[in-house]
């Protein structure tokens, strides 16, 4: 009898974010700083949501946020982001998803210029299950090279989760 070939798929999720900060400079929008693409943490809070959300648990919910911060990079035990930026209504930022190639998802966001009414100083982003700051589940976060965001600026945010 031929011995049985096993065949072993191995999956696995990496999140990677990007972060634009655009003003307006005679009618036209420029980029003025740039985060490049950096890797990210998925926490185990947010591999459980992906996992249930793939299997249709009951409960399971959506990724359909991201949120600004000014603190550290979150660790995979983690469940907020720290420095979560919540003194303003509309702090965090609807995402619209889409599959942009084979296993991969990507989400896009854009904080509007004058919704942060005093310039702030950024540095971490995540991404959630609901408007509410302070609460609900983060999926995934990082820090990137600390910003000064101005009033009149925006910030136009791209994450990817890419799945292997």
Do not use: C
Not at 20 to 49: C, F, H, M, R, Y
Not at 75 to 102: C, F, H, K, Q, Y
Not at 112 to 125: D, E, F, L, P
């Amino acid at each position: 009898m031929a011995k049985k070939k096993h065949i072993a798929d191995k999956a696995g999720v990496r999140g990677f974010f990007r972060l634009n900060i655009v003003e307006d400079k005679a009618g036209k929008p420029v980029i003025v700083s740039d985060s490049g693409w950096l890797e990210n943490t998925i926490t185990n809070n947010g591999k459980n949501q992906i996992a249930s959300a793939i299997g249709g648990v009951s409960g399971s919910s959506q990724i359909t946020y991201a949120a600004l911060g000014t603190g550290t990079a979150p660790a995979a035990t983690d469940t907020s982001l720290n420095g979560e930026i919540t003194d303003v209504s509309n702090a965090r930022m609807a995402v619209t998803p889409t599959t942009i190639a084979t296993g991969t998802v990507q989400f896009a966001f854009t904080l509007n210029s004058g919704i942060y009414t005093a310039a702030k100083t950024i540095q971490n982003v995540g991404l959630f299950q609901t408007s509410t700051t302070n609460a609900g589940t983060l999926y995934a976060g990082n820090t990137y090279a600390t910003s000064q965001l101005q009033t009149n600026q925006s910030v136009n945010g791209t994450y990817q989760l890419r799945f292997s």
